[in-house]
């Protein structure tokens, strides 16, 4: 018997990730397997952050619209900051206030798109597009909750919250685990009211309240108890996506920057698992006497490595200065088996190259997946956000450890560094996660598994909508 027809004609869903290269492209990547499936995709962001994604495939192309909408001028923001990764830490309040500036302009895109002939079936929100979620629900244009995230990471807050108390109290039961360092931070930065009155956790839930359902950037083979408990908690299906990884094959073709052809042809020369990839992310660098102590700890290991170094939290920002704030002589002395580069690299280029043998990083999920993705063990430094627990995950599943850390201040030694790297990429007990990191490379690049993951996401966009 034929499907009902409403069951095979394309879908229209429009997607708006949060404004960090993070969640876009993942993002974009479920964009275009949606396309892949036939479906038409309005991919929503600013004009600076959607020119900065690689292009879409062209096959796919015809169905992925992208939705330029201009972010506001906010005093005090700089000129150009559209992504998280253009923003100081200090000013994050700031750009979530231009964020919230684009409420109008997405209103106005929903109207146009319903009176077009265009509307969309679903709009799908992350996680702190409350006021997205409210126009969707105002058209009537059901809504799906996005979370780059892993389920049991967002399982840990717990039910949604009644009141701003229960808020700081969903914080608190997240951080359980954590050090006082990162609990305290965590507070801060999700619980505390930003210049519209609201907090980051509040944001999340009022998304959550306005969505049909969940969906999450992980799988249940590789999660297989979290999924149900969310859906308990929140008292909505939780969906896995998948966990969404980039291609595998594409990088190193498209790297055609002399700069990135001379870091692949460096790996080239070096032995095989011999090199640590170390990248922690842009949105919250270190300190410029932990980032010394970080190089330290590297020098101290005796092991090749390639550091794609960003910006310290109290330096001013050019590749120069960063690389005076190395401890002195290091780059000499470290000059055969070890390269930094003072920018951005092409992460999933390096990754693939057989020559990296671990990867020491933040542990913001996209980084957890793109590691895995290749079988690295980790050696994890977590620094803000959800990358404790998504450490602490890791280290569960013996992938990896975590470099020592002070409980009070989240300072960290040389030799801590050092003892860290040589236990995940030297010693003999490092086969160990080496050999967990494969058994998870199975799940997380496993085509059939994401695949399926996203037919099952597929599925709920069509059942859901009533």
Known sequence: MDAPESESLPLHVAIFPWLAMGHLLPCLELAERLAARGHRVSFVSTPRNLARLPPVRPTLAPLVHLVALPLPRVTGLPDGAESTSDVPPDKFDLHRAAFDGLAAPFAAFLDTACAGGRRPDWVVADFVHHWVAAAAEEREV????????????????????????????????????????????????????????????????????????????????????????????????????????????????????????????????????????????????????????????????????????????????????????????????????????????????????????????????????????????????????????????????????LVPRDEEDGSFSRDGVAGAVRAVIVEEGGSVFADNAKKLQGVVASMECNERCIDLFIQHLRSCRN
């Not at 389920?151 to 108390?165: T, W």
């Not at 020098?299 to 794609?308: C, D, K, N, R, Y």
């Open 142 to 401: 059901p809504c799906a909750m996005l979370l780059p995230c892993a389920a049991g990471i967002a399982a840990l807050a717990g039910p949604p919250p009644e009141s701003r108390a229960e808020e700081r109290q969903a914080v608190s039961r997240s951080m359980d685990a954590a050090p006082r360092f990162e609990a305290e931070l965590a507070t801060e930065q999700f619980a505390a009211e930003d210049t519209s009155g609201v907090s980051v956790m509040g944001r999340y839930f009022m998304t959550l309240e306005r969505s049909k359902f969940i969906a999450l950037r992980s799988s249940p083979e590789l999660e297989p108890d979290a999924f149900p408990l969310l859906t308990r908690l929140y008292g909505k299906p939780a969906v896995p996506l998948g966990l969404l990884p980039p291609p595998p094959d594409g990088a190193r073709s498209a790297s055609e920057n002399a700069e990135d052809v001379a870091i692949i042809q460096w790996l080239d020369a070096l032995p095989a698992k011999s090199v640590v990839y170390v990248a922690l992310g842009s949105e919250a660098p270190l300190r410029a006497e932990l980032l010394r102590e970080l190089a330290h700890g590297l020098e101290l290991s005796g092991t090749s490595f390639l550091w794609a170094l960003r910006n310290p939290v109290d330096g001013d920002g050019d590749g120069e200065s960063m690389s005076i704030l190395l401890p002195d002589g290091f780059v000499e002395r470290t000059g055969r088996r070890g390269l930094v580069a003072a920018r951005w690299v092409p992460q999933v280029s390096i990754l693939a190259h057989g020559a990296v043998g671990a990867f020491l990083t933040h542990c913001g999920w996209g980084s957890v997946v793109e590691g895995l993705q290749f079988g690295h063990p980790l050696i994890m430094l977590p620094l803000a956000g959800d990358q404790g627990p998504n450490a602490r995950l890791m280290e569960e599943r013996k992938v990896g450890v």
